[in-house]
């Protein structure tokens, strides 16, 4: 379930899956404010971070009730990125798939506590001292080596003038060396993460859950990471749905009578329909020779001069299609053309 919305939060995108659970028709839907699809159930907590993190340039996760035309709801797991041109923010793409009985079980448990303020959201995923504290996550690992590091140094020349080394300063650094150790390893761990999470996308799957919690670089890296997962799916709906615009038009023309054919621009026969083919099968079946040699059931991919070398204006049309035109044929018994 795709949508697509300017800064305002008007709906200027929707595909089949989204108008289809919404209730609404495509007309009722454009132009409107996103918000039509909120259900009372869903306390404002929730979608005031919502705004707030997408308007911030972040991606925003979690299980969403969404009310129908008919005032009936339904659940979803709702993934929403900014949409960023030269650097700026253009609008907001949000990608949808149906929730599990778990999912809506918790989601159900979340709002009773987000309503009763329980719980707060903070970018898609509830607030706790220990995520605020986590320095780990938002600090990037120089924070701790740098003092480490500075502080041996200052050890050793001292070392070096007086003979002696305090004992609370040795103390001192070997904390911070075991400290900026584990922040390190950390760091690490969340690149390795962020490695994988690329590597599950490149190989086509955009349903992963990506851990983009934190304030450093790898924070960031894994927010990145999430918008281009989310980015990736509302291409890939795209391509399905041209895909599948493309299988109307086709099952359309096959039951026409009329005998179509289309070429691309370089004049390579792309799609017959089957009136087409049913009367190149009959030429076939007579042995004309004027198609010899040439296979006329199996014409997709082929250049169209090939079929229509002995009608040179024709063959100029055909390797002229720098526009969308429409060239009409009629076909003789004896295949001639006029």
């Known amino acids: 379930m795709v949508s697509k919305t300017d800064l305002q939060g008007t709906i200027i995108y929707a595909n089949e899956s989204f108008v289809e659970a919404s209730g609404f028709q495509l007309d009722e839907l454009l132009g409107q404010p996103h918000n039509m699809l909120r259900h009372p159930d869903v306390p404002s907590a929730v979608f005031k971070d919502f705004w707030q993190t997408i308007q911030a340039g972040k991606p925003w996760s979690q299980i969403v009730k969404n009310?129908?035309?008919?005032?009936?709801?339904?659940?979803?797991v709702a993934n929403a990125s900014p949409i960023f041109e030269n650097g700026k923010i253009t609008g907001?793409?949000?990608i949808r798939r149906s929730a599990s009985s778990e999912q809506i079980l918790q989601a159900e448990q979340a709002y009773n506590a987000i309503a009763n303020k329980q719980v707060k959201l903070v970018n898609g995923e509830p607030d706790?001292?220990?995520?605020?504290?986590?320095?780990?996550?938002?600090?990037?690992p120089l924070v701790t080596i740098i003092p480490a590091t500075i502080l041996a140094v200052v050890m050793e020349i001292q070392a070096i003038f007086t003979g002696e080394r305090a004992g609370w300063l040795n103390y001192l650094v070997i904390f911070l060396t075991l400290l900026s150790t584990f922040h390190v390893m950390h760091f690490l761990a969340r690149i390795n993460v962020s490695i994988r999470d690329i590597e599950?996308?490149?190989?086509?799957?955009?349903?992963?859950?990506?851990?983009?919690?934190?304030?450093?670089?790898?924070g960031r890296l894994s927010r990145r990471i999430k918008s281009t997962q989310i980015n990736l799916s509302f291409e890939d709906n795209e391509v399905k749905t041209a895909l599948l615009r493309s299988q109307?038009?086709?099952?359309?023309?096959?039951?026409?009578?009329?005998?179509?054919?289309?070429?691309?621009?370089?004049?390579?026969?792309?799609y017959v329909n089957?009136?087409?083919?049913?009367?190149?099968?009959?030429?076939?079946?007579?042995?004309?020779?004027?198609?010899?040699?040439?296979?006329?059931i199996d014409l997709v991919g082929r250049n169209a001069h090939e079929l229509f070398r002995d009608y040179p204006y024709v063959n100029q049309a055909c390797q002229k299609l720098d526009?969308?035109?429409?060239?009409t044929l009629l076909y003789s018994p004896s295949f001639g053309a006029g």
């Open 200 to 218: 599950n996308i490149s190989n086509g799957d955009h349903n992963q859950s990506i851990n983009t919690f934190g304030n450093n670089t790898a």
């Open 248 to 270: 109307r038009l086709s099952a359309g023309l096959d039951q026409l009578n009329a005998n179509m054919m289309l070429l691309d621009q370089t004049g390579t026969v792309i």
């Open 128 to 140: 706790s001292w220990t995520k605020r504290l986590n320095f780990f996550a938002h600090w990037n």
């Open 92 to 94: 907001y793409i949000s």
């Open 323 to 327: 526009r969308t035109q429409i060239h």
């Open 274 to 296: 089957a009136a087409l083919r049913q009367y190149f099968s009959k030429l076939m079946g007579r042995g004309d020779k004027t198609v010899q040699g040439l296979n006329l």
């Open 67 to 76: 009310r129908r035309k008919n005032c009936d709801h339904y659940w979803v």
